[in-house]
DNA sequence: CGAACTTTTGACAAGCATCAACACGTGTGG
DNA sequence: CCACACGTGTTGATGCTTGTCAAAAGTTCG
């Protein structure tokens, strides 16, 4: 994905939460922008200080987190290409948690100042990140509903599925089988387990059958049975299902195993 | 609190996360509303359905929570007097979580279709209500923090402090001690534990002199050594300092226990 | 005064953390 | 090209935190 594609698909989601005019659309298109690449752990927000840039996140993935005074880290969210990392603090005076870069990253990077610009100038602008907002909020809500309420194997079921899911809406997906974002480690973080046990839950997975997962990449063997354990239904996600394969994927017609790309890596399981 | 003493509040608080003109405030202060008294366990809001109205809570509490297909139930956040119960959800087609009335409740109900027509009116009314979005991502973010990386005892020693200082801050303080708005099993719920183990927690608390707590009202014994333990600090919170006491309140300067007012009721510990 | 809810208590089990060590793969520099 | 270091994944032993189940005591309210 280009820099200039990448303002397209902005666009185009944007969009999909609340209607745009075509003078919108055109100023999303003209956003000056500087192009990078960034190497994994990068930081690009840190807790505590303003928002100062916002980056559109071409190719890699980057995850949100926080931590405890002790060094306990706890993973939020993790964003891949499409969506806009720091949009959702620009307008509170600090950012509210880190991003660092998980898989090396290319990005498009938008001065903050630009992005306000454009929320004063098209209120439509503003009406469509406002509602991305409230949509992150409910994914939030749904992850601490999971780190709340559900043990390791569904936790950790539960994330699998909403990668699968965001990647497959995104077009970034390859049939059952889509790129892994996240070290053991990294997901102990997210879930709030220790990579101890997320490696032995992993391993419980990979023997029932239910995955395939390797550090690059996974594959649902069994699509229907990984959603009863991870009691996942894409809803939360408020994912505009006009516009991908969502639809398709969450009713698993594109998902039997039969038609899918051999893997490029080999994966334990 | 009147319901029209509400709109006041409401358009200060708004003013604080951005300026507002005097026509928009104008405009708050006309909304049209619907007073009303209700119960304890009310639902104001069903997750799956549609936002029509908005509540501004006037007094009582109220509960926003997600549950597991098996019935696990998760608190995501307590709304107290002063805030907009929907608000956050406006714009998506659907709510993302129930919110229930945790103490009898007087509401005054604001047809969403009048707060959108607001938004679309005074741009300025839009922004200060996307950041208060934002600012309560970062609240959804910091619990996300609080569960998945602290035990019981800074869980629970965390929303403690998290009341405390809301509480204050929107006026409703009286010195260390404040309404506490949830019975042991709500406080499982928010804390991701079950209310067998949060009464045990509960009564080390106590015994260690760190608070008093009863079923409705809470005591704040050592602020201090409440903080260390939650590990709190009430950044992640996007107060506007300049508009309460939150600032002295976390300086624990009106806190000492020298000068407040007598319990209203009898305190366990 | 009784019904429904809430708090408290005890015994026991289980899930997950902790600590420590080892295996494996990958990239780097000698 | 090999040796090495480093990051990541894997394994085992052990114990603590927290959950589960069940019941009693206390509280609130009609």
Known sequence: MTPSQALEALAWNLDLRAALSREATQAILMLP????RLDRRKFLIREGEPVARCYLLLSGFAGRHKSTGDGGRQMLAIDIPGNIVGLHNILIKRAS????VLRDARVAIV????VLALTIDYPDIARAMWADTMADGSVLSERLLNIGRRDARQRIA???CELAVRQEAAGLGNGPEY???VTQEE???ATGLTSVHVNRVLQRLRSDGVL??????VMIMDWERLKAIADF???YLHLNMQAQAVVRADACQIWGVSHHAPLREPLAG
């Not at 922008?33 to 990078?36: D, G, N, Q, V």
């Open 33 to 36: 922008y500087r192009f990078a």
């Open 97 to 100: 948690y880190n991003v660092q």
């Open 111 to 114: 001065a903050a100042s630009a």
């Open 158 to 160: 539960h994330l699998v």
């Open 179 to 181: 790129e892994w974002p």
């Open 187 to 189: 997901l102990a973080d």
């Open 212 to 217: 395939r997962i390797g550090s690059r990449q």
């Open 233 to 235: 239904s894409p809803a």
